[in-house]
């Protein structure tokens, strides 16, 4: 088992629509969360960290469930410009940073 | 540039080459860790260095790979004798702080004929 899965998609939205993503950990000791998003062809960006109590910028909200261990990103009023892969960072048993496969979501006009 | 510097951008080798890809992080970052990625896929991770501590190099997919920081500074990931395989993007990220926010490189992609 990945230490850090989440459903690669794709997701098909339109414009104005919420969606969610969730990603599963395995290492239950694990301390730092993050949501990064990758634009085609380029590097990941840092989009949200993710807080114990959740966190919330804007449209986007991070949430952490320890006790089912996954953290979620919803995103609210969906623009074309939120199309991108996103994904989910956690650490491992290793304590080091593994990403997620990522989650591609393209939001349609 | 401020930034997480990489190099080449591109490079092109053939088969039975060795390959060394440059990373300068950002001047003070502690953290330093080198990932892959195919096209499609998610980010592979390689190599971890944090501080002075030993390296994490338990990603490191076979001897053929191997990575140095030196100076807790600029890294460098060598890929002897490549293989097609090894055709990927290869990012770089540093972060000021221990499990802290990653800041990336623009990678290096290498092809392998």
């Known amino acids: 088992r990945k230490e850090v899965e989440q459903d690669p998609g794709p997701f098909n939205v339109p414009e104005g629509a919420t969606v969610a993503f969730n990603c599963t950990y395995s290492n239950s000791a694990s301390q730092s969360f993050f949501w990064y998003r990758q634009d085609c062809r380029k590097e990941p960006k840092l989009l949200m960290s993710v807080y114990s109590s959740g966190n919330e910028d804007g449209r986007f909200t991070a949430q952490l469930n320890r006790a089912s261990q996954y953290i979620s990103l919803l995103i609210r009023d969906s623009k074309l410009s939120d199309s991108a892969t996103y994904l989910c960072?956690?650490?491992?048993?290793?304590?080091?940073?593994?990403f997620g496969e990522g989650t591609q979501l393209t939001v349609n006009p | 540039g401020a930034g997480v510097s990489q190099s080449p951008s591109n490079k092109v080798t053939e088969k039975g080459k060795d390959v060394e890809l440059r990373c300068d992080p950002i001047?003070?970052?502690?953290?330093l860790y080198w990932y892959r990625q195919s096209l499609g896929q998610g980010l592979e991770f390689l190599i971890y260095?944090?501080?002075?501590?030993?390296?994490?190099k338990s990603g490191l997919p076979s001897d053929r790979f191997s990575a140095e920081r030196t100076g807790g500074s600029v890294s460098t990931l060598t890929i002897q004798r490549t293989q097609q395989e090894d055709s990927a993007v290869y990012l770089c990220?540093?972060?000021?702080?221990?499990?802290?926010?990653?800041?990336f490189g623009e990678g290096s992609r290498l092809t392998v004929l």
């Open positions: 260095f944090q501080g002075n501590s030993a390296p994490d």
């Open positions: 960072v956690g650490e491992t048993s290793g304590s080091r940073l593994t």
């Open positions: 001047s003070g970052h502690t953290a």
């Open positions: 990220a540093s972060s000021p702080t221990y499990l802290g926010e990653l800041f």
